[in-house]
């Protein structure tokens, strides 16, 4: 019950299993990576190893009370805090549910582990407090940060963390595990191809994201600089959704483009058709991509990311930016 069952990061899982053979076990670790490729649950397989009363937790059939426990979230001494719905994580967060208990003795363990999800989400004064932790943990305790964006991380906590950097899943991984787990959903290759290696991302891959992924590309490709109703149409297409989805949808939306401009840049240079993610909209793509010269469909990358940028740190206004964004990508 401790990796077996994970898909991928065989050099991740195999440094953990050599830190708990050679009893060389950290009290700090700093899991980064993109999000939803297994983090947390190579997180959980980890707990499992340190605390497995049998030594077997690498065995899928191992049954300990100990390995048990932690699979159904029971075990006193694996604690996970992840937040849900919480845009900050506060310093009484950290005080109350790290400080707290982290000078207990295990209940029933070798180990008290504590995994924090999301940790890039801690502000300035949970992190001085987190710091605190860190610097004099108690012997018997192991802490796992979990974070997608490490560098939010202030660098004496990073450094007094040791590191396990993951990466995005290989396509064929996501497929067999979609072919497996979701037999009746959308084809396979091409959602394990917009998943990015995210299983998570895969499987909310859906019919309605499919049909946005359209629309929004659809709604590039439909920008007419001479015909400014073109314009007004399309922003008014997109921005109808963001209002009603909010941050998120306004994200989808810079994931969609990304990637269709990054679809349009290799099938302009290396013209590598396996390294296409959106398969099925070849002839849109070889349209759009054949108009323009490298340099301009790298010059709207910087246009999208310019236009994240606004929006997330400057608050732009949405329907301006977008309004300015459809334009640069249409010329």
């Not at 604690?79 to 845009?87: I, S, T």
């Not at 302009?268 to 759009?288: A, F, M, P, R, W």
């Amino acid at each position: 019950m401790g990796f077996p069952q994970i898909i991928g990061h065989e050099p991740q899982k195999e440094f953990l299993r050599n830190s708990v053979h050679k009893n060389r076990i950290s009290h700090a670790y700093l899991f980064s990576g993109p999000e939803g490729v297994g983090k947390k649950l190579v997180a959980i397989g980890f707990a499992k190893l340190i605390n497995c009363s049998e030594g077997g937790a690498e065995n899928p059939e191992c049954e300990c009370i100990s390995c048990v426990k932690t699979e159904k979230g029971l075990n006193p001494d694996v604690l996970v805090f992840g937040y849900p719905g919480e845009k900050t994580i506060k310093v009484d967060h950290v005080r109350q549910d790290i400080e707290r208990l982290i000078h207990l003795a295990p209940y029933e363990n070798p180990y008290k582990v504590f995994i924090i999800d999301g940790a890039q989400r801690m502000n300035f004064n949970a992190q001085n407090a987190f710091l605190k932790t860190l610097e004099e943990p108690p012997p018997n305790s192991v802490i796992i940060l979990i974070t997608t964006l490490a560098d939010l991380l202030m660098p004496t906590i990073r450094s007094r963390c040791q590191s396990v950097v993951f990466q995005p899943l290989e396509t064929e991984q996501v497929k067999s595990f979609l072919e497996k787990e979701k037999p009746e959903g959308n084809d396979p290759e091409l959602v394990s191809r917009i998943s990015g290696g995210s299983i998570s991302r895969a499987l909310n891959t859906d019919e309605e994201y499919l049909r946005k992924r359209t629309e929004y590309v659809d709604c590039v490709i439909a920008v007419d600089s001479k015909k400014p109703l073109t314009l007004f149409d399309s922003v008014e297409r997109i921005q109808k959704d963001v209002k009603g989805g909010g941050p998120e949808e306004l994200k989808t939306v810079f994931d969609i483009l990304s990637t269709w401009l990054r679809d349009s840049v290799i099938l302009k240079t290396s013209g590598e058709k396996e390294e296409i993610v959106n398969t099925d909209l070849l002839e849109q793509l070889s349209e759009y991509s054949g108009k323009r010269d490298v340099s301009e469909l790298l010059g709207k990358f910087a246009a999208l990311e310019e236009t994240m940028a606004r929006i997330s740190e400057n608050n732009a206004n949405v329907e301006v930016s977008l309004e300015n964004l459809l334009l640069r990508l249409s010329q």
